[in-house]
């Protein structure tokens, strides 16, 4: 029987969003950005295995720019595919990959200090058993830790900050303060943001001493529940085993979901090569790769986001030669971070749909939802998600 795997690779945009001067980076419209002709252009970049799959051709595609040293002939199905959720952020992205474009508007935190109203930072304290919280304002995550991370120790308070993102992040040390108490108090107010429509509560614990404060790999994020079944629920409901990896779990609330895997990017990359040796025929493995986004996008790091993805291309090149003959491989995006750009929030961005299994040709313009849609006619269940299959 078929295997399905869809590998995204966070915030590996290709430009050209024909609503990006709807999005903004401070006051800067996201007009122009483009992740990875980006990165090619400042960094130079050589991924041999993503262009052959057709990456410098969907750059192409998207945005009529060209990635610098991206100019191999496909051998694979490629595809640019554009997102109609009113969102550039990680669950909008993979909610409308799964056959779930979102249909409200996220609540997000005006860019004001205090950001949050004043009953919810009642809410936050008097869950976590504090007189007040720290924070509460836009912020990147690695700053603010920095900033606050001795006044955290030295008060108790949790820091609790947002960005342009519908999320409201609480870091905390995970010592000081707790990962259990942080993952409880996440928990206990995500039924007050969920019903405000704000898409995640996300913690973001940290370790380490003053002046050297790191975040650790025990982030959690509790995320509202999808409107609507995705193809994680239909290919359970077929019967079939769905196989998550990273950060997959926690954007889809594990629902449909019979397997986890979790850890680094390389480790991730280690649980993909176990599944394509041990993963259940007619089986579906949904990964998300979180560091291109969480280290290099965020940061605005352009030339180790261009390492990053050189290491995943090797790793993808001895991944590639041990599926199965009938197993169909997707590599996709759920939304740019161009580290290039101003700012440090995402870029509104279309994404590349690299098929590995369906034969050599352009697939065009594509739909997010054509990705669910796609794997549920290669496995060949009942789906009544959005999108159109390419295949
Ligand atoms: O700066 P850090 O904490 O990495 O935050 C980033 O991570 C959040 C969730 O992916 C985004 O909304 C962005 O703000
Ligand atoms: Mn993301
Ligand atoms: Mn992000």
């Not at 409308?96 to 409200?104: C, D, I, R, S």
């Not at 079939?240 to 019979?258: L, T």
């Not at 090149?317 to 003959?325: D, G, I, S, V």
């Not at 352009?362 to 054509?370: A, E, I, K, T, W």
């Amino acid at each position: 029987m078929p295997r399905a795997f869809v590998i995204v690779i966070d915030s590996v945009g290709i430009g050209g969003a024909p609503d990006a001067d709807q999005y903004f980076n401070g006051t800067l419209p996201d007009t122009g950005a483009n992740t990875v002709a980006h990165i090619a252009q400042t960094a130079g970049l050589c991924v041999p295995t993503l262009d052959a799959m057709g990456l410098g051709a969907a750059v192409q595609l998207a945005s009529a720019e060209t990635a610098k040293g991206l100019d191999t002939t496909p051998t694979g199905a490629w595809g640019a595919a554009t997102e109609k959720s009113r969102g550039k952020d990680t669950p909008s992205g993979h909610w409308e990959l799964a056959g779930v474009p979102v249909p409200w508007e996220w609540h997000t935190f005006p860019d004001t200090q205090p950001a949050f109203p004043d009953d919810l930072t009642a809410e936050i304290c008097a869950a976590a058993g504090t007189d007040g919280i720290l924070g509460n304002c836009h912020a990147s995550g690695t700053v603010i830790i920095e900033e606050l991370g001795d006044a955290h120790v030295q008060s108790g308070w949790p820091i609790c900050y947002t960005s342009v993102d519908s999320v409201l992040q609480i870091a905390a040390h995970e010592d000081h303060f707790g990962l259990q108490r942080l993952y409880d108090l996440c928990a206990a107010i995500a039924p007050t943001l969920h019903g405000m429509k704000v898409g995640r509560v996300i913690a973001r614990p940290f370790v380490g001493s003053s002046g050297n404060y790191t975040r650790t790999a025990n982030r959690k994020d509790f995320a509202i529940a999808t409107p609507a079944p995705t193809i994680c629920n239909y290919v359970a409901q077929a019967g079939r085993k769905v196989y998550a990896v990273g950060k997959i779990g926690d954007i889809f609330s594990m629902s449909g979901i019979s397997d986890l895997r979790k850890g680094r990017d390389a480790e991730l990359m280690g649980h993909l090569d176990d599944l394509v040796s041990e993963a259940d025929d007619g089986s579906f493995i949904f990964a998300n790769l979180v560091e291109f986004d969480s280290e290099y996008g965020h940061r605005r790091d352009p030339a180790g986001y261009a390492a990053h993805l050189q290491w995943f291309d090797a790793a993808l090149a001895e991944l590639l030669p041990k599926l199965r003959t009938n197993d169909l491989l997707i590599v996709t995006a759920d939304h740019g971070n161009d580290p290039t750009w101003p700012g440090t929030d995402h870029t509104r961005e279309r994404v590349p749909v690299l098929v590995h299994g369906a034969g050599a040709r352009p697939l065009g313009l594509l739909d997010f939802s054509d990705v669910g849609a796609s794997v549920a006619a290669h496995l060949k269940i009942p789906y009544q998600g959005e999108g159109k299959s390419f295949l």
